[in-house]
């Protein structure tokens, strides 16, 4: 009799410790896919484009990278040879391309990096100019672009280098720190 009662009770054991190495191997599986989901891309954009409209339904400022890698963890998009344009009503546009980026805080927050270049259109005051960095922050909602790396500033009649500097995209106003600027005279024959 006792063998009788043995075998079932042996084939209890077994499916007990099968149950618990079962459990141990699924829940190793579902630890290493959680810690790769964190570091590993969820969305991969090619010729990625952002846009945002004004309420008449012009054009405020757009965002283009060649290709957009979003990370889950830190919601953080990393950007390649990226693009950002604004517009505003009676100003020049500009424009700004870069090897790199990052977007965080839900879009509120591009940074650009990577032979940085910064350029806007002539108009019936002003000249052309452009603006070099390797490293500027934009906050879109806020129409700030800023770098706190050192600049170089080019324009038909003046070259200058700042420590660091402050653009508003809507006012057009901009603060330098520690300039050293170069007036490039009109009666100077090699201007172009």
């Known amino acids: 009799m006792r063998a009788t009662l043995l075998l079932p009770l042996a084939a209890l054991m077994a499916l007990v410790a099968l149950t618990f190495w079962l459990e141990r191997q699924v829940s190793a599986d579902a630890y290493r896919a959680t810690k ?3 570091t590993d891309p969820d969305v991969i954009i090619d010729n990625f484009n952002a846009t945002k409209m004004g309420p008449d339904g012009s054009l405020k400022y757009r965002l283009n990278a060649r290709r957009m890698t979003h990370y889950p963890a830190g919601d953080t998009s990393k950007l390649d040879k990226v693009s950002f344009e604004s517009r505003s009503p009676d100003q020049p546009t500009i ?3 870069a090897e790199g980026g990052t977007v965080t805080q ?15 259109d002539a108009t019936e005051t002003s000249p052309a100019w452009t603006l070099s960095t390797e490293k500027l922050t934009m906050l879109p909602k806020e129409n700030i672009a800023r770098s706190d790396t050192s600049v170089l500033f080019k324009s038909r009649d003046l070259n200058m280098t700042a420590s660091a500097f402050t653009f508003n995209t809507k006012t057009r106003v901009a603060d330098l720190r520690n300039i050293r600027a170069v007036y490039i005279s009109k009666r100077n024959p090699e201007r172009k």
């Not at 879009?107 to 910064?118: K, R, T």
């Open 36 to 38: 790769a989901a964190a």
């Open 95 to 97: 424009r700004v391309t």
């Open 106 to 120: 839900g879009g509120e927050v591009v940074v650009m990096e990577g032979n940085v270049v910064m350029n806007a």
